[in-house]
Structures are given as C-alpha cells and as structure tokens.
T-cell receptor, first 118, second 112 residues
Framework: DAGVIQSPRHEVTEMGQEVTLRCKPI?????LFWYRQTMMRGLELLIY????????DSGMPEDRFSAKMPNASFSTLKIQPSEPRDSAVYFC????????????????FGPGTRLTVL | LAKTTQPISMDSYEGQEVNITCSHN???????ITWYQQFPSQGPRFIIQ???TKVTNEVASLFIPADRKSSTLSLPRVSLSDTAVYYC?????????????FGTGTRLTVIP
C-alpha cells in the first residue's frame, strides 16, 4: 500500500483565496483525521470521520474551514477565504477502528501539506 | 480539556536508555495513551500505545501508573536515528464527541 496520500505537498496562495487540500486514506481504513501543525499551537485535531461521517468537528477553527468525505477513499479540507494565520502544515491520517477494540487506534499519517497564505 | 505537559527537549548519548514523561489530566478512563515519533518534514509515526501498567514492543516500552495522570515512554539504547520529536496523544471524552489531544512534544537529540 502507498500509505496516506496528500496533495498538494506545498501550496502558496494569497489572502482571500480558496484553498483545497486533498487526502486519500489507506485502503480499508474506516477513520480519517485532519490535523494542523504550527509552531505556536503544535498538533491540533481539526475533524475526524468514521465511515465517511463527520464525528467530531469541534477543532475546526471557524466557518471558513470545511471538510468533506464523499467516499471511503477521498477527503478534502477547504479553507475559504484563506488568511495568513491559516499558514501551517496540514496532516491527514487514517486508522482502522473496530468497535470494542479501544480508542484511538494506530493512526497512519500522510506527508502533510505545507500551506503558506501571503 | 486535557492538558498535556512534556519536557521541551532532552539530550542523550548513544546507547543510553531514554525516558520521556507526559503528564495529562482529565483523560478518558477507558481510552489508550499513545506515543508518536516525528522527523522533520514528515508526519508523525506510531510508536506504542497502552491502557495501563506496562506495554512493550520491539522498539519501546510504555509505563502508565494506576492513576493514569502520566505516562512514560522508554527507549532502550538510543541511536542517532532516534533523534526526533516525541509526542503523547490522549483522548478526552466530551459531550457528544471524543477529542484527541497531542502533547507539546519533546525534542530528543542523541549525541554520538
């Protein structure tokens, strides 16, 4: 398996533009997580899905952020409009969660998307 | 909300055992405590997880006291390739949601 795939790897955009980050989880995994990493705030969970359904989006900063998972093999994180403070590395991770086997299970992270908003 | 505290950095010589502790309160009673390793420009990588007492795998051990207010990652005989940032990950059960919190991270530098 190729692991978790994220695209693009780097994105530079101007304030006010729409940004879409993409993630392909590991085949067979049923949970997907979006994280943001900055020097100031460290690694923060933004949202996670289980079986394509958003379970916890309490970490999404504000209405400018939205995430979707239309099927088991694809997810997007969209920022509209983007602001300089959104500059960060965004990670996608996937996991196989089986009821009754404990939480959280091992998460497999993608390489991340480094976003710079000018 | 869970507050996780880790030492910012640690130095160790090759071949020594390294213990990194994460302090956490208000974590979910029945959820795992997990540790990850992160190299520059890469995503975190799973090391080990446990619920209580001691867990050991081929690369590390994890010690969790009965009160679960802390956990200690033990790396035996570190090598230069273990230089990385190490994070604990804990779960907090909140109304209608399970949330996950990474620790602040400990930067381990292994010295030849």
């Amino acid at each position: 398996d190729a692991g978790v795939i994220q695209s693009p790897r780097h994105e530079v955009t101007e304030m006010g533009q729409e940004v879409t980050l993409r993630c392909k989880p590991i085949s067979g995994h049923n949970s997907l997580f979006w994280y943001r990493q900055t020097m100031m705030r460290g690694l923060e969970l933004l949202i996670y899905f289980n079986n394509n359904v958003p379970i916890d989006d309490s970490g999404m900063p504000e209405d400018r952020f939205s995430a979707k998972m239309p099927n088991a093999s694809f997810s997007t994180l969209k920022i509209q409009p983007s602001e300089p403070r959104d500059s960060a590395v965004y990670f996608c991770a996937s996991s196989l969660v089986t009821p009754g086997q404990g939480w959280p299970r091992e998460q497999f992270f993608g390489p991340g998307t480094r976003l710079t908003v000018l | 909300l869970a507050k996780t505290t880790q030492p910012i950095s640690m130095d160790s010589y090759e071949g020594q055992e390294v213990n990194i502790t994460c302090s956490h309160n208000n974590i979910a009673t029945n959820d795992y405590i997990t540790w990850y390793q992160q190299f520059p420009s890469q995503g975190p990588r799973f090391i080990i997880q446990g619920y209580k007492t001691k867990v050991t795998n081929e690369v590390a051990s994890l010690f969790i006291p009965a009160d679960r207010k802390s956990s200690t990652l033990s790396l035996p005989r570190v090598s230069l390739s273990d230089t990385a940032v190490y994070y604990c990950l804990v779960a907090v059960r909140q109304t209608g949601a399970n949330n996950l919190f990474f620790g602040t991270g400990t930067r381990l530098t292994v010295i030849p």
